[in-house]
């Protein structure tokens, strides 16, 4: 079993930015694959990013240049750096952790884009 636990959700102004963290515990091998998911009211979840245990990234075309996803293998960490947010940016932002055919989320945190 996996467990994550997401942080630095929270309401900001158009163009500011946020930085969201998620951590990963249990039974953690060396080779996965982490990512942001996000979903607004009466939307599918959508994925917003992707990054390997070995540091190869995956961007949706909506937050290219934009969002900037990281790691920290190490701390069994992830992060979302994500700038010059928009209103459309606004949803409930979701970690999820794959390995070994087995799929984790977290319970997920709100961003909320708005003046």
């Known amino acids: 079993q996996v467990q994550l636990v997401e942080s630095g959700g929270g309401l900001v102004q158009p163009g500011g930015s946020l930085r969201l963290s998620c951590a990963a515990s249990g039974s953690i091998f060396s080779t996965n694959i982490m990512g942001w998911y996000r979903q607004s009211p009466g939307k599918k979840r959508e994925l917003v990013a992707l990054i390997s245990s070995g540091g190869t990234t995956n961007y949706a075309d909506s937050v290219k240049d934009r969002f900037t996803i990281s790691r920290d293998n190490a701390k069994n960490t992830m992060y979302l750096q994500m700038n010059s947010l928009k209103p459309e940016d606004t949803a409930v932002y979701y970690c999820?952790?794959?390995?070994?055919?087995?799929?984790?989320w977290g319970q997920g945190t709100q961003v909320t884009v708005s003046s």
């Open positions: 999820q952790y794959y390995q070994l055919g087995h799929n984790y």
